[in-house]
């Protein structure tokens, strides 16, 4: 976030300078070229930045995670969001941690990544019911039996189509 906001400053001196060079070329340029050259380049280093953040972002995963959905961002005060959305959030699936029990083979235990802009990644242990289509987070409370039963868990219906839920349930430990 800082290298950000110090490449959009940077940006904006850069814009000035080039505003302030072509006024100094042409004379009739008018003043208010300076800061409307600082803040388009300003504006377009931080949409750049926006529009980038998914791209480097996946880049830098480690293997054995991989992208299973993304959350598209359209915003009024953004028009050009409207005719090409920007990702700003990402779900990925750790298929290196994924663990089957040998008495429930149908589920299947992986852990799955947040991915929000502007915010840290957030890591949480999920079990995935492949053949009812259906997802536990392994949060405070939760208990694994030795088993392979959950006890505990609170399970949300995703269904089988589900992203997440598809990719998970690929997954082979």
Same mark, same amino acid.
């Given at each position: 976030?800082?290298?950000?906001?110090?490449?959009?400053?940077?940006?904006?001196?850069?814009?000035?300078?080039?505003?302030?060079i072509?006024?100094?070329?042409?004379?009739?340029? @008018?003043? %208010?070229?300076? @800061?409307?050259?600082?803040?388009?380049?300003?504006?377009?280093?931080?949409?750049?930045?926006?529009?980038? %953040?998914f791209?480097?972002?996946?880049?830098?995963?480690? =293997?054995?995670?991989?992208?299973a959905?993304?959350?598209?961002?359209?915003?009024? %005060?953004?028009? %050009? /969001?409207?005719?090409?959305?920007?990702?700003?959030?990402?779900?990925?699936v750790d298929?290196?941690?994924?663990?089957?029990h040998?008495?429930? @083979?149908?589920?299947?235990?992986?852990?799955?990544?947040?991915?929000?802009?502007w915010?840290p990644?957030t890591?949480?242990?999920?079990?995935?019911?492949c053949?009812?289509?259906?997802?536990?987070?392994?949060?405070?409370?939760? /208990?694994? &039996?030795? =088993?392979?039963a959950?006890?505990?868990?609170?399970w949300?219906?995703?269904?089988?189509?589900?992203?997440?839920?598809?990719?998970?349930?690929? &997954?082979?430990?």
């Amino acid at each position: 976030m800082l290298y950000e906001l110090v490449a959009t400053i940077a940006a904006g001196f850069l814009g000035a300078g080039v505003a302030l060079i072509a006024r100094r070329m042409v004379r009739s340029l @008018p003043r %208010w070229l300076v @800061p409307i050259g600082a803040g388009s380049a300003m504006l377009i280093v931080a949409i750049a930045l926006e529009y980038s %953040w998914f791209d480097r972002t996946r880049a830098g995963l480690p =293997d054995g995670v991989e992208v299973a959905m993304t959350r598209d961002n359209r915003a009024f %005060w953004r028009p %050009w /969001t409207y005719l090409y959305a920007f990702v700003d959030g990402f779900i990925a699936v750790d298929k290196g941690s994924t663990r089957n029990h040998a008495n429930v @083979p149908q589920n299947r235990m992986v852990d799955i990544i947040v991915f929000a802009r502007w915010q840290p990644p957030t890591r949480v242990r999920a079990v995935f019911d492949c053949d009812a289509g259906r997802r536990a987070d392994i949060v405070e409370g939760v /208990t694994l &039996a030795d =088993d392979g039963a959950i006890n505990g868990a609170r399970w949300v219906d995703t269904g089988l189509d589900h992203p997440v839920t598809r990719m998970a349930c690929a &997954a082979t430990s």
